[in-house]
């Protein structure tokens, strides 16, 4: 068991062991939220349910960092050229 204090503004430390244990880092949310046996911090997830990709849209951003990785890219001014856009 760890113990932590109290601090200015209200902030409390979390213990390091808890941290990594929990794969905390700095700037993560948590959620505090009041229980019978007191105060409950839990690592909170914050994600845009529009920024999250679809299996099909997750394979077509693979496909494509593969393919820049093999060197099979054109600059965006070149295909603009090319469509004559």
């Known amino acids: 068991m760890a113990i932590s204090k109290l601090g200015q503004r209200r902030q409390v430390v979390i213990p390091k062991d808890i941290c990594e244990a929990f794969?905390?880092?700095?700037?993560d949310f948590v959620e505090?939220?009041?229980?019978?046996?007191?105060?409950?911090i839990?690592?909170?997830?914050?994600?845009?349910?529009?920024?999250?990709?679809?299996?099909?849209?997750?394979?077509?951003?693979?496909?494509?960092?593969e393919q820049v990785r093999r060197g099979e890219s054109v600059r965006w001014s070149d295909l603009?050229?090319?469509?004559?856009?």
């Open 80 to 85: 603009k050229k090319r469509l004559k856009l």
């Open 23 to 27: 794969d905390l880092r700095e700037g």
């Open 42 to 65: 839990r690592p909170k997830r914050l994600v845009d349910p529009d920024d999250v990709l679809s299996p099909e849209e997750e394979a077509l951003v693979r496909k494509g960092a």
């Open 32 to 40: 505090v939220k009041q229980s019978k046996a007191g105060v409950l």
